[in-house]
């Protein structure tokens, strides 16, 4: 079973910047994309950037022009650089992968906290 790991969570000003990373616990096989989803208490996890296999991507509107998903093949792992940090952006963050040998498969979730 595989497990993935998110860092690099913490707290920042609004405006600041976080870079947040996931690692896979192994090495996954034919992956369809992988992604980012965040969640506040109360709310419904929200769906906010992905990576497909192709390496084209996909972002909420929110974070469009100041979060950006990358990844690493041959690490299997995929990062969220946040610039332009916003209050509203305070949630826990997780990552997820969608493969054909292990389905979807989440991460344990990172805080993010925008605040001065």
């Known amino acids: 079973q595989v497990h993935l790991v998110e860092s690099g969570g913490g707290l920042v000003q609004p405006g600041g910047s976080l870079r947040l990373s996931c690692a896979a616990s192994?090495?996954?096989?034919?992956?369809?994309?992988m992604g980012w989803s965040r969640q506040v208490p109360g709310k419904q996890r929200e769906l906010i950037a992905l990576?497909?296999?192709?390496?084209?991507?996909n972002y909420t509107d929110s974070v469009k022009g100041r979060f950006t998903i990358s990844r690493d093949n041959a690490k299997n792992m995929v990062y969220l650089q946040m610039n332009s940090l916003k209050p509203e952006d305070t949630a826990i963050y997780y990552c997820?992968?969608?493969?054909?040998?292990?389905?979807?498969?989440w991460g344990q979730g990172t805080q993010v906290t925008v605040s001065s």
């Open positions: 997820n992968i969608n493969s054909a040998s292990t389905g979807l498969t």
């Open positions: 192994t090495i996954i096989s034919s992956i369809y994309a």
């Open positions: 990576i497909f296999s192709g390496g084209r991507t």
